[in-house]
Nanobody
Framework: QGQLVESGGGSVQTGGSLRLSCASS????????MAWFRQPPGKERESVAT????????TYADSVKGRFTISQDNTKNTLDLQMNSLEPSDTAMYYC??????????????????WGQGTQVTVSS
């Protein structure tokens, strides 16, 4: 009941770029929000970027604004995260997630229902 598979992680140097992709399939319920989260080593998981699927409204963590772009491709059922100007502080496991609710709450404060396995991003100085 709903599968998310991330890809595109890897190792880059400071200032480099990566594009993460999340293949989404088999959801029993309508997906209202999609998001990218990350968990740096030894730290808690944090929201990076979210998108309200129907209207395309996006949110970003302050730390990635202007560098990261979240986008969805409804024909391919994918969620992407373009990451530019990467910094060592961006090093983390990145997770794709979906939320099935129908709420007026912004996507960046909702509780997510299904998660992918994650893809590792490592940025070296």
């Amino acid at each position: 009941q709903g599968q998310l598979v991330e890809s595109g992680g890897g190792s880059v140097q400071t200032g480099g770029s990566l594009r993460l992709s999340c293949a989404s399939s088999g959801h029993k319920y309508r997906v209202d929000c999609m998001a990218w989260f990350r968990q740096p080593p030894g730290k808690e998981r944090e929201s990076v970027a979210t998108i309200r699927t129907v209207i395309g409204l996006t949110t970003y963590a302050d730390s990635v604004k202007g560098r990261f772009t979240i986008s969805q491709d409804n024909t391919k059922n994918t969620l992407d995260l373009q990451m530019n100007s990467l910094e060592p502080s961006d090093t983390a496991m990145y997770y794709c997630a979906v939320e099935y609710g129908s709420s007026d709450l912004p996507c960046n404060i909702r509780t997510y229902d299904r998660w992918g396995q994650g893809t590792q991003v490592t940025v070296s100085s």
